[in-house]
Nanobody, 118 residues
């Protein structure tokens, strides 16, 4: 199993920026990909971005493309989500998750709250 701890959430004004971090521990050698998801208030969880643990393949949801950037530091077993030009619609609890098999995210962090005020 992989343990994940997110950090970096907070309150930011519209147009502002935040950087989320997700530190992985445990069986990190088994990771295939890492993803960020979010759950807006009163809504279902939705995909934000994903990146393979090895290589550079990255994908983004249309709603964040061009504003969010996901990066990875394998030496620190940490992934980041740089969020720019934040909008009220980005308000959510953000979770990171890992997949040990392609497309199957099995280990999740506890989440970090991001609130964008207008």
């Amino acid at each position: 199993q992989v343990q994940l701890v997110e950090s970096g959430g907070g309150l930011v004004q519209v147009g502002g920026s935040l950087r989320l971090s997700c530190a992985a521990s445990g069986r990190t050698t088994s990771i295939y990909a890492v993803a960020w998801y979010r759950r807006p208030p009163g809504k279902e969880r939705e995909f934000v971005a994903a990146k393979t643990w090895v290589g550079s393949a990255t994908s983004y949801a249309d709603s964040v493309e061009g504003r969010f950037t996901m990066s990875r530091d394998n030496a620190k077993n940490t992934v980041y989500l740089e969020m720019n030009n934040l909008k009220p619609a980005d308000t959510a609890v953000y979770y990171c998750a890992v997949a040990r098999v392609k497309g199957r995210y099995s280990d999740w962090g506890q989440g970090t709250q991001v609130t964008v005020s207008s």
